[in-house]
């Protein structure tokens, strides 16, 4: 399941924490996808792959994408090397993971910071990277982010001045969210920001920053749709 953010299945079998099987209202209403697709048929996905709509059906990608893909139990099932093999065979980038959560957190520390700040400034990166005091607020993000990933466990492979440094790199996008709100569409914010503040509030990790750019954005989102 090829999902941003925090997935309504981040808990399911997750032995090395204490939450196992939590689930949350915020990413799964009622729970639906629990109940009607379960998680134990889900195979955690995360995509690397920078992409925008040019025009209607069509994408302009930004680079050689690739894909992670993991149970969320960690171990290397037939069903992900069936998987594996049907993505080799369409030339497809594919690495397998034994703790896609980590994978989850690593990019989360780019989406829970360039897509929300991206949509309040309607900046491209190499604009919010180019100014310091907003690189300043997105680096503070990510130090969130990263705190609350690995008092649940995480290992997240990267530092916050590696995350930047990688993103001065990009170039001129637009990330999806910034896409979304200029196309009136409802944005992606709970999975990316929101799931920051609640498992930050579970693991007694302080958010502010988060706290503040939820609240904005999700305010940009009700006007944006209202207007829309």
Same mark, same amino acid.
């Given at each position: 399941?090829?999902?941003?953010?925090?997935?309504?299945?981040?808990?399911?079998?997750?032995?090395?924490?204490?939450?196992?099987?939590?689930?949350?209202? /915020?990413?799964?209403?009622?729970?639906?996808?629990?109940?009607?697709?379960?998680?134990?048929?889900v195979?955690?996905?995360? !995509?690397?792959?920078?992409? @925008?709509?040019?025009?209607?059906? +069509?994408?302009?990608?930004?680079?050689?994408?690739?894909?992670? #893909?993991?149970?969320?139990?960690?171990?290397?099932?037939?069903?992900?090397? =069936?998987? @594996?093999?049907?993505?080799?065979?369409? =030339?497809?980038s594919?690495?397998?993971?034994?703790?896609?959560?980590?994978?989850i957190?690593s990019?989360?520390?780019?989406n829970?910071?360039?897509?929300? $700040?991206? !949509?309040l400034?309607?900046?491209?990166m190499?604009?919010?990277?180019?100014?310091? !005091?907003?690189?300043?607020?997105i680096?503070?993000?990510?130090?969130?982010?990263?705190?609350?990933?690995?008092? #649940?466990?995480a290992?997240? &492979? $990267?530092?916050v @001045?590696?995350?930047? =440094? +990688?993103?001065? +790199?990009? &170039?001129?996008i637009?990330?999806?969210?910034?896409q979304?709100l200029?196309? &009136?569409?409802?944005?992606?914010?709970?999975?990316?920001?929101?799931?920051?503040? !609640?498992?930050?509030?579970?693991?007694?990790v302080?958010?502010?920053?988060?706290?503040?750019?939820?609240?904005?954005?999700?305010?940009?989102?009700r /006007?944006?749709?209202?207007?829309?």
């Amino acid at each position: 399941m090829i999902l941003n953010g925090i997935p309504w299945w981040y808990f399911h079998r997750d032995t090395g924490g204490q939450h196992a099987e939590l689930q949350f209202e /915020e990413l799964d209403p009622g729970g639906k996808l629990w109940r009607l697709v379960g998680p134990e048929r889900v195979i955690g996905c995360v !995509a690397i792959q920078g992409a @925008e709509v040019s025009d209607p059906g +069509q994408i302009r990608l930004s680079n050689k994408g690739r894909f992670i #893909l993991g149970e969320p139990s960690g171990e290397i099932s037939a069903d992900l090397r =069936e998987i @594996e093999a049907l993505f080799n065979r369409a =030339e497809i980038s594919i690495t397998l993971s034994e703790r896609i959560r980590d994978d989850i957190w690593s990019k989360l520390m780019g989406n829970a910071s360039f897509n929300p $700040i991206s !949509a309040l400034t309607r900046s491209r990166m190499s604009d919010l990277m180019a100014d310091g !005091a907003t690189s300043d607020q997105i680096g503070k993000v990510m130090k969130e982010v990263k705190a609350v990933g690995e008092a #649940l466990g995480a290992n997240v &492979g $990267i530092s916050v @001045e590696e995350r930047l =440094e +990688q993103a001065r +790199q990009v &170039g001129p996008i637009k990330t999806s969210m910034l896409q979304d709100l200029l196309a &009136g569409k409802p944005l992606e914010i709970v999975p990316l920001v929101g799931m920051i503040v !609640a498992l930050g509030r579970l693991t007694a990790v302080p958010t502010p920053v988060s706290e503040t750019i939820f609240a904005l954005v999700s305010q940009l989102d009700r /006007e944006n749709c209202r207007t829309a």
